[in-house]
């Protein structure tokens, strides 16, 4: 068989472009499935960050229940025994109440009471801070 015949041209010629459409395809199916993980790891990323705000939320209305009962008798190793508790949920820095000063009197880190905390962190009228 010779190269310049008509065959030979033919057959290269499709070659050449099966070629081409199979790159150009990969290439789109490539770009197309890149896109499509990035979506879903901005919605996962996005979605651990909302569960994240919901444990902080539920944990702070979980310290205003329990804290106003004991904080309202006077009772502070309830109130130490609840800040404890709290202080060991997973990804829970701290969780303490200030004075309107921002100076921490009660703190589920003992090193922390005593301490001054930055206005930023207070987070409620009450001053009751709950770190994230």
């Given at each position: ?39 879903q790891?901005?919605?996962a990323l ?29 009772e ?17 820095l ?23 905390t930055?206005?930023s962190?207070l987070m ?6 709950l770190?994230?």
């Open positions: 068989m010779h190269l310049n015949s008509i065959q030979s041209k033919i057959g290269g010629t499709l070659i050449v472009i099966l070629l081409l459409t199979l790159g150009i395809s990969f290439i789109y199916l490539t770009l197309q499935s890149r896109h499509l993980l990035e979506d790891q901005r919605q996005d979605a651990a960050h909302e569960a994240a705000l919901n444990q902080a939320r539920t944990l702070y209305e979980g310290l205003e229940v329990g804290a106003g009962g004991s904080l309202e008798r006077g502070m190793e309830v109130f130490n025994e609840l800040l404890s508790g709290l202080g060991a949920v997973p990804g829970v701290e969780v303490g109440l200030t004075n309107p000063a921002g100076q921490i009197h009660f703190s589920s880190k003992a090193v922390q009471v005593d301490k001054n930055p206005t962190a409620a009228p009450a001053h009751c801070c770190t994230v």
